[in-house]
């Protein structure tokens, strides 16, 4: 049961009643019911607010999987254009990962993205969301093509984690999360990566580091499902609300901690209410990152990626005498 | 600063403080072994061959001839999210470094195998499951980064449950740092060998642990992205009993070789006489 899909009912009804008077009194413009629709808009907006006001980390996982969230396809369409490249060339064509090359306002750009589906039958084809080894293994093959070529490369993170099965763990799974964060660390042109939804673990991180991490408002990322969190640590799955708060895994909490760079707001009550607008606020953002790294040499960008994650984590020492870094 | 030696005997010193028992039963064929014995045979069951858990300090002194010059030795992690479940993080912390005698999950170093001058990180399964946080990440960067630095090569034995918890995001995120200082040490064109140990999983596995050049795994060592609880639940079955082993990951293909751990620092140095021709050689001692 999804919190945010429960909440919303009684906005949702709301607004049917709204609809329905409105073109009521469209049909009988000799009726008003001007103050009747003033009346519930107001309770509305209020109801709005106090839905939306202030969500929690919990709320917020549960917006991240709204069965309604704009998915990497909504974006992507949004593209100048696109054009979708399959397969890792060694066992088949993941679905659950969408790749190709396009352009984003002019900018020509290599898209690499985490699809989960929207009704059952595509979460079937595209396991929603949830990546094998040869999608990454596609993702890979097009990182190094984005190199070649000198494309710079975008991407959307949306996975509730790697497909943990048993193809996965005989073809390899590890070692193919681990070469894409390895090669990202290292690929010699720009990237940015967006999390529009959910960033599950390391299965979202192979296509999650870049030069600029910029989250949706309600997105999510995460180094576990807070369910698996609160199974593994309190060993009582209950405690999944609690361990949402703990994770510090909310778009305010991760900018806070200097992991992710910007973030984009999205429309009250969410981005599945004004697809859009988040849209083309998301694509907006991408662009002027883009912008901003393209005029630096990549050898600058480089730098600056390796001394960004480099970076990451702090500790304490009892003394002085450590051996510092060759950085 | 104490000689590194010393360094190696006290740290035994404080893990015999921590099992006195004299005898441990084999989990594998059950035959009760004398502790002493065991350890001497590098706590492989005599019987039947079975690897148990290695700390860290005993695996180095079973791989480097003679000094190791530990870095980073005292680097301690911080609480970045206040964590708190059943305990907090600091107790817990505090619980694991009296258990294991480590201040951390891993010990990373400088030392000479066979005389050929090498960089080596051991992760301590006993301390908080060889769970990778910020601290962990920064002594394996330091690692790669030190080693490219030196001109050697790197060796890594991993023994981790996966990225660190209690650390949140930050701890994901060391898979990226590793991942970002091992690029050093591929420009430097030098070995990196990784030795995958019971247990090897999650975020270690999908990071550093699987970018090696060469991958030896310990026999019937457990080696997998996700636990095996997970995906049973996943699946809803039961899975066989050699999956995720070692022997899993050679017939699948993820690993080179398999190496008892009496054979390991032979094979080893075999390797990077090989590939590594102009290697610095310093005389053995003893
Ligand atoms: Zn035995």
């Known amino acids: 049961m999804n919190v945010i899909v429960e909440r919303e009912k009684g906005l949702l009804e709301l607004e049917q009643r709204i609809g329905d008077l409105k073109s009521l009194s469209e049909q009988h413009p000799e009726a008003s019911f001007t103050s009747e629709i003033r009346a519930l808009e107001e309770k509305c907006a209020s109801l709005q607010r106090e839905i939306f006001g202030n969500l929690t980390a919990w709320q917020k996982v549960h917006m991240a999987r709204h069965p309604m969230r704009p998915r990497a396809t909504a974006f992507i369409a949004a593209l100048d254009e696109f054009v979708e490249l399959h397969g890792d060339r060694a066992f088949r064509d993941d679905a659950a990962v969408i790749g190709g090359v396009g352009r984003l306002g002019g900018r020509r750009v290599m898209v690499l993205a985490q699809q989960k589906g929207r009704d059952t039958k595509e979460n079937v084809r595209r396991n929603f969301g949830m990546v094998h080894p040869e999608g990454y293994r596609k993702g890979l093959r097009l990182m190094r093509m984005a190199e070649k070529f000198a494309l710079p490369i975008i991407t959307y993170i949306d996975t509730s984690g790697a497909d943990p099965g048993i193809g996965a763990e005989e073809r390899g799974q590890s070692e193919a999360i681990a070469q894409c964060i390895l090669q990202l660390t290292k690929v010699r042109v720009p990237v940015v990566a967006s999390v529009i939804g959910e960033g599950g673990s390391g299965g979202a991180l192979a296509f999650g580091v870049g030069d600029r991490i910029i989250m949706l408002e309600h997105a999510i990322f995460s180094i576990a499902s807070p369910e698996g969190c609160a199974a593994i640590l309190w060993k009582d799955a209950s405690k999944a609300e609690e361990a949402a708060a703990r994770l510090k895994l909310t778009a305010g909490d991760l900018k806070g901690l200097g992991i992710i760079d910007e973030i984009v707001a999205e429309p009250v009550g969410g981005a599945h209410r004004d697809v859009e607008s988040t849209v083309a606020s998301l694509l907006r953002e991408q662009g002027r990152a883009l912008d901003a790294l393209g005029v630096l040499s990549i050898e600058r960008v480089l730098e600056e990626r390796y001394a960004k994650y480099r970076h990451i984590g702090s500790w304490q020492e009892e003394n002085e005498r450590m051996v510092r870094g060759a950085t | ?286």
């Open chain 2, 1 to 286: 600063m104490p000689s590194v030696t010393d360094w190696l005997r006290g740290r035994k010193r404080q893990l015999e403080r921590r099992e006195p028992g004299l005898w441990v039963k084999c989990p594998d064929c059950g035959e009760t072994l004398y502790r002493k014995d065991l350890e001497l045979n590098l706590l492989v069951c005599a019987r039947c061959g079975h690897h148990f858990r290695m700390p860290a300090v005993d695996r180095i002194a079973s791989l480097i001839d003679g000094e190791f010059h530990e870095i980073a030795a005292d680097l301690e992690p911080r609480d970045p999210l206040h964590w708190t479940d059943v305990k907090t993080y600091p107790q817990k912390l505090a619980a694991d470094r009296e258990k294991s005698g480590v201040i951390e999950a891993v010990v990373a170093g400088f030392g000479s195998m066979g005389g050929i001058d090498v960089g080596l990180a051991v992760m301590d399964f006993f301390f908080r499951g060889g769970t990778m946080g910020a601290v962990v990440g920064e002594k394996i960067a330091l690692l790669f980064e030190e080693s490219a630095c030196r001109g050697v090569p790197a060796i890594v034995c991993t023994a981790s449950g996966g990225a660190r918890m209690e650390e949140g995001l930050i701890a994901l995120m060391q898979m990226a740092k590793t991942s970002a200082a091992l690029t050093r040490l591929q420009a430097a064109r030098l070995p990196y060998i990784c030795v995958l140990t019971d247990p090897t999983t999650g975020g270690v596995s999908a990071s550093f642990a699987f970018d090696a050049d060469i991958i030896i795994a310990e026999p019937k060592a457990v080696i997998g992205f996700a636990g095996r609880r997970v995906i049973e639940q996943t699946i809803r079955q039961r899975l066989p009993d050699d999956f995720q082993t070692a022997e899993f990951l050679i017939e699948h293909g993820h690993a080179d070789l398999i190496v008892d751990r009496h054979q390991l620092k032979a094979q080893l140095i075999q390797l990077l006489e090989i590939i590594l021709p102009g290697a610095r050689r310093r005389e053995v001692l003893a």
